[in-house]
């Protein structure tokens, strides 16, 4: 059986989808919790429309039930987790009638929901940016967590909690240490042994041992003046990032700004050096999945003119700052550093990435890798932690002057800005133009037409858009994507951040709409 | 003999519960030559490639949709079998438009009926499959030849009314692997097979193009036709197996990874297959990873270092840029420190490049400002 929350499985990863919907075919069960009936819904046996940022509620209501209706798993409750009085407390607050009120679906769905839960094992959860996005975005990862822990879907195949992650190589990029806390394999910058681990492999003194900036603090460091220099690898920030006006004011305040890309883009509009990067299939190297699954990528065309490879564009600026590094190739930095120094990657070298790949932590060059984590309810930190978590509402709703809520997200045939699938021979045939996706209901309310142009706008910006009319959308939402620079929705977007991960709440703002 | 044994071919073989006989077959290493079916999607028996001969049942079997039994006598390529599979590849391929397979005896009828094709076809070319079809594979295995004829049917017009893929009815063999592909591989439910008798045809409900169709263009039912019936509009004519090389590589989309086969010509991608039986997409792409591998090509790539001047970019070399962003970042460092530098890296690219730019960050510039989109 599935849950699948705040994920539009079949157009963001169709290939994962397939499965879904093949086990759906041999009788599994799938549970949709979203405020779009999307594609994944039609293959749904329950598709549980809540209204948009009211995740926590909904999962608190489903862990109501099943403690007071007595389903939840008490064996592994007791033996795997800790803190469950705490997390029942909380959830006692949030009977399924007061969540039906903040999640707009009825409260026997929600008790209809719970049961199915709990009359299956395993359940695999799965969540994408419907629940990270938002204000609220850890503590709606973090129940989801909850949920699981208290279903006893932890440890076991087909079970967890199974995040789909964006990007090729998000899970990479994470694991690689860009990140402002961690260095490659999640060791702590703040950890002495982990710096002096890391002072010797490079050669280097006093590694820097506070945590850096987040991406938002960075650009917010750009007007301030806090940060001079601002080096972009590979995204382009300016149609990404929430209200692109204040993205684009914090851009245009750098001082110096580095673009390291394949091709210009509204980003590398306000840098003061580009660099020309080789691109997927002009070198050697590795990707790692949502499954912690390390990939080959390899060579198989020549990069355009000058271009070269990201990671000899880095060792040449590190060669003139004073450092001659050793590895030459993407080989030698995976087999002679990265797969040294991070614990969970030991055991992967290249020699052994021919075929399907490893999965990891895979410690030792003997090991087959890991498929699934928590085994036998053994979590890293030892007993799963039950984290009990209130509701907070999205930090914009809807009101009189912007009385719909907008979410955002992506489309099946493009990808996010569309430098690359824009330059695809007939993915624009396919996909030509934004759509604001609105309800038959208001469509009809507000006489607006299918194909009528519309105009979308939120306290930060406005755009004119074509109506795309569907019951896809429940009455009193706006859905758009950001792959077309003029109707991108992040000219509307609310730069709210989650006060810990400082992710942006792409996911909910108070927009109006006029004809 | 045990619950679990067959005789296959003369010799005594195992066999799990509930398989096929030519699932069996296949695990202990004996080739049955199939074109219907679809591995991993329930059997037809349509095409009939398949016989096998069971002893002492009257007739023939499709091994693929035939459960093996205990004790069971099978033989793969008895005279009878071959026999049988000549009679069906030779009306498989008078049925539509599969010249290929004859050798040396072309005449007027046979380029009467290639011209007409050809009207359809809006093309000159050679059959865009040519080396890579599994009827021609057959015909050749068994020696099948076919008298030329003038087509058998009237065909549907090809439709070329869509970006990705091109539907050539002359060509189709109707062994609705495209149909399993769509309905029980990838779930799209977007054709069926339609109409009936000489006028069978695989369908869009309405029998719509696929444009105007649910059809998503993941191309599954490209890479399950087992003939020229569906090839992708970029490569038709442009790919020929004997010219291509395949690399391995994983997709530069989202977090799935998938494992995909780059078919590259002259140090170009020409076509994107996905890897059969690899993990963890199972020979699956979607529209993007299918067909979204072109834009490397594009005029637009950044191809030398770019330095601003009164606002406007010139081009610079590769010393001069690179000097100037470390004579400007060790001039800040002496200034404001190096916490006064940031960076963001790229999910997008490979883990090396990423684990390159935060050691320039943390050991060169001496910072922990570096970042990506890990969080959005």
């Keep these: ?515 | 003999m045990s619950d679990n044994m067959f005789v296959l071919n003369g010799r005594e073989v195992s066999f799990d519960p509930g398989q096929t006989i030519l699932e069996a077959a296949e695990a202990c290493g004996v080739q049955i030559p199939t074109l219907c079916h679809l591995k991993g999607t329930t059997p037809t028996g349509e095409c009939r490639i398949c016989v096998v001969e069971v002893q002492g049942a009257d007739m023939l079997v499709t091994s693929c949709s035939t459960p093996v039994e205990a004790g069971m006598q099978v033989k793969t390529e008895s005279p009878r079998v071959v026999t049988e599979r000549k009679k069906i590849l030779e009306q498989l391929l008078t049925s539509g438009n599969h010249n290929c397979a004859i050798s040396g005896s072309d005449n007027g009828n046979w380029t009467e009926f290639q011209l007409q094709v050809q009207k359809n076809d809006a093309s000159s070319e050679l059959c865009p499959v040519w080396g890579d079809c599994k009827l021609q594979e057959l015909a050749y295995q068994y020696q099948v030849k076919i008298t030329p004829s003038s087509p058998q049917r009237d065909y549907y017009p090809s439709e070329m009314a869509n970006p990705m893929i091109i539907r050539d009815f002359s060509r189709c063999i109707l062994c609705g692997r495209c149909i399993k592909a769509c309905n029980e591989v990838q779930v799209n439910r977007a054709i069926s097979m339609g109409y009936e008798g000489d006028k069978a045809k695989v369908v869009t409900p309405g029998d719509h193009p696929l444009s105007e169709s649910d059809c998503v263009f993941c191309g599954e039912c490209v890479q399950a036709c087992p003939v020229g019936a569906l090839v992708e509009k970029k490569a038709r004519h442009i790919w020929r197996p004997w010219e291509t090389e395949k690399i391995r590589t994983t997709c530069p989309y989202c977090g799935v990874g998938c494992q995909q086969l780059l078919h590259v010509k002259d140090g170009k991608i020409v076509k994107v297959t996905g890897v059969e039986d690899a993990e963890p997409n199972q020979g699956r792409l979607c529209v993007k990873g299918r067909f979204g591998y072109d834009f490397i090509y594009s005029k637009d790539r950044l191809k030398t270092p770019l330095i601003r001047e009164n606002n406007e970019f010139r081009e610079a070399s590769w010393d001069e840029a690179l000097d100037l962003v470390a004579r400007k970042f060790k001039e800040i460092i002496r200034e404001n420190g190096p916490d006064a530098i940031a960076g963001v890296s790229c999910a997008r690219s490979i883990n090396e490049d990423s684990y390159q730019m935060q050691k320039l960050f943390r050991a060169v510039i001496g910072t922990n400002n570096i970042d990506h989109c890990a969080r959005t």
Aim: hydrophobic share 40%.
């Design chain 1, 1 to 515: 059986m599935f849950l699948v929350i705040g994920s539009n499985m079949t157009e963001a990863h169709p290939v994962a989808a397939t499965f879904v919907k093949n086990a759906v075919l041999r009788g599994a069960q799938l549970i949709v919790a979203d405020p779009r009936k999307h594609p994944l819904a039609d293959h749904a046996s329950l598709h549980v429309p809540i209204r948009v940022g009211s995740d926590i509620a909904f999962i608190n209501a489903l862990m109501h039930v099943l403690i007071k209706e007595d389903l939840y798993d008490k064996a592994f409750v007791n033996s795997c987790t800790v803190d469950f009085d705490k997390l029942k407390e909380k959830v006692m607050e949030y009977p399924p009638e007061r969540a039906a009120d903040i999640c707009g679906v009825s409260p026997d769905m929600i008790r209809d929901a719970a049961r199915r839960l709990a009359s299956v094992k395993p359940v695999m959860l799965c969540y994408t940016l419907g629940i990270t996005e938002h204000t609220c975005g850890r503590n709606n990862v973090l129940s989801t967590a909850n949920l699981q822990m208290l279903l006893g879907n932890m440890g076991v195949e087909c079970g967890g909690v199974n995040p789909l992650r964006g990007q090729n190589n998000v899970q990479g990029a994470c694991d690689m240490g860009a990140l402002p806390n961690v260095f490659p394999g999640y060791q702590p910058v703040t950890s002495a042994d982990a710096r002096a681990k890391f002072e010797d492999a490079w050669g280097v003194e006093n590694l820097p041992d506070k945590n850096g900036l987040m991406i938002p603090q960075m650009m917010e460091g750009l007007v301030d003046g806090k940060v001079r220099a601002f080096y972009i690898f590979g995204e382009n920030l300016a149609n990404t990032e929430p209200d692109i006006r204040k993205v684009e004011h914090e851009l245009a305040s750098a001082e110096f700004l580095v673009c390291q890309d394949i091709f210009p883009n509204e980003t590398t509009r306000f840098a003061h050096v580009v660099f020309p990067a080789a691109a997927w299939s002009e070198n050697d190297g590795t990707f790692t999945n949502s499954e912690r699954r390390v990939s080959r990528v390899r060579t198989a065309s020549k990069a355009p003119g000058q271009a070269m490879p990201n990671w000899w564009i880095f060792k040449q600026i590190a060669k003139r700052m004073g450092q001659d590094w050793a590895s030459d190739s993407a080989r030698e930095l995976w087999d002679n550093e990265i797969s040294v120094l991070a614990p969970q990657l030991c055991g992967i070298k290249y020699r052994r990435l021919e075929g399907d790949g490893l999965q990891w932590p895979c410690p030792d060059e003997d090991h087959p890798g890991t498929c699934f984590l928590h085994k036998e309810g053994q979590f890293t930190c030892g007993l799963g932690v039950f984290t009990p978590v209130e509701w907070t509402p999205p930090a914009e709703v809807p009101d009189e002057e912007y009385p719909f809520v907008l979410s955002t997200g992506r489309r099946l045939a493009h990808y996010h800005t569309r430098t690359q699938t824009g330059r695809c021979e007939g993915l624009n045939d396919i996909l030509g133009e934004e759509t604001a996706d609105i309800s038959p209901f208001d469509a009809a309310d507000m006489k607006i037409g299918h194909g009528d142009m519309i105009r979308v706008s939120s306290r930060r910006g406005e755009v004119q858009v074509k109506a795309n009319v569907t019951d896809q959308v429940p009455k009193g939402m706006v859905w758009m994507a950001f792959h077309f620079r003029d109707a991108c929705a992040n000219w509307l977007t609310n730069p709210a951040f989650d006060p810990v991960t400082l992710t942006a709440e792409y996911k909910a703002c108070a927009v109006r709409i006029e004809k």
